[in-house]
């Protein structure tokens, strides 16, 4: 284990932290990113299932519970899209 004084007072001991907090940075920018594209993932599946229950309404006639349903949207999520299609 280094003292505190190595890494504040020599140049090696510097350089080391530096690398350190480039490392940990470099890991949060990666999770940051991987976090970002599966929201956004999220948000455009959300958005494609919401225009096809307004087809499927519009052009077939469905109810909101069927078209929910032939779109095998999970039970647990329905609530949402009623909510959002009737507003």
Request: one cysteine or more.
């Amino acid at each position: 284990k280094k003292q505190v004084g190595y890494y504040k007072e020599s140049e090696g001991g510097k350089r080391e932290m530096c690398e350190i907090w480039q490392k940990i940075r470099d890991e949060g920018y990666l999770n940051g990113k991987e976090e970002g594209y599966m929201e956004g993932e999220k948000i455009g599946k959300d958005k494609e299932r919401m225009k096809l229950i307004k087809k499927l309404m519009m052009k077939n006639s469905c109810t909101i519970e069927d078209a929910m349903e032939l779109l095998d949207i999970p039970p647990i999520e329905r609530q949402q899209y009623r909510q959002r299609i009737v507003s």
